[in-house]
């Protein structure tokens, strides 16, 4: 079943991805029409990977489609998966395991908190910068459901009966990653809404010549990437639960480092344009990009 609901997925996100591409010619001068710099190159096959289109939309403008995707069908389906490999689990052994709950816990955690901060993905790349077209559309639909889920589907036959330290250390470890994570987010969020506010008037910023104010105290006086981190300790959380026994449930830290990190460098060279010498300022003040001290 796990295999025909994600081939079902796969299927539908080609269809979406067609749709897409093909209506993003549609009514140019409409006003709900703008199109992804990086996406609208004439190239076929590139454009409709990276998507033309930036914040498609339907029913007259009211429903973005993009917006839609990224939080809602993925990032549900996820834990309603998760949820199912526990319940078969417990079948198999007749209780489910503290590596299956800590997991279940987790992400349902991680996700919940997506969508109560849901107005806070209006600033991300996947927003703002890229398109809509495949790329999105399948990771939205495809990728996240059926590979973020590996840790639970790798614990209903392979639980590794993890001690009490053990869970206690990965429970820390979550901890810490959510504090970084939604810690810097809210901080990030909250001085862009109001920078005068009492929770983030203390913090020091540059100015730059757009009139932009760029943190370089607090969580984002760390580093540049302070939030990419937290994220990326809350996976390692994750698949820890998992023990040592295969790499499958590391799937997800290790394709997860690839993605931060190239991801950060095209935002580094999107804001050295935007910014120019201001940005070499930035980083002159905030040097470490991931990890304080370190790199």
Not at 230 to 257: E, H, N
Not at 283 to 292: D, L, M, S
């Amino acid at each position: 079943m796990f295999f025909q609901t994600s081939l079902a997925a796969t299927i539908i996100s080609f269809v979406l991805s067609i749709y897409l591409y093909a209506t993003s010619f549609l009514s140019p001068s409409s006003p709900h029409k703008v199109l992804a710099a990086g996406g609208n190159t004439g190239h076929v096959t590139y454009d409709f990977f990276l998507g033309r289109e930036l914040n498609p939309r339907v029913l007259n403008g009211s429903f973005d489609l993009k917006f839609f995707c990224e939080l809602r069908p993925g990032l549900i389906g996820w834990c309603v998966l998760n949820a199912g490999m526990m319940k078969k689990q417990i079948e198999l052994t007749g209780s489910a395991s503290s590596s299956m709950v800590l997991v279940n816990i987790f992400q349902f955690i991680y996700v919940l908190d997506a969508l109560y901060m849901e107005k806070a993905i209006l600033t991300t790349m996947d927003i703002t910068t890229d398109g809509f077209g495949f790329m999105l559309a399948f990771g939205d639909l495809g990728w996240v459901p059926f590979t973020y889920t590996l840790q639970a589907a790798y614990l209903v036959n392979n639980d590794p009966g993890i001690g009490w330290l053990m869970a206690a250390f990965i429970v820390g470890l979550k901890i810490l990653g959510y504090i970084i994570f939604r810690g810097a987010n809210s901080q990030k969020d909250a001085f862009r809404s109001d920078p005068s506010h009492p929770s983030v008037s203390h913090l020091k910023f540059i100015e730059t010549k757009r009139g932009t104010k760029l943190l370089v105290s607090g969580f984002w006086g760390m580093a540049r990437k302070i939030n990419y981190t937290g994220d990326w300790v809350m996976g390692l959380s994750w698949s820890l639960t998992c023990g040592g026994g295969s790499l499958i449930p590391y799937f997800y830290p290790i394709y997860f480092a690839i993605l931060l990190i190239h991801r950060s460098i095209r935002d580094d060279e999107m804001c050295s344009d935007k910014y120019g010498k201001d940005w070499v300022t930035y980083k002159g003040k905030v040097p470490y990009r991931f990890i304080p001290g370190v790199i």
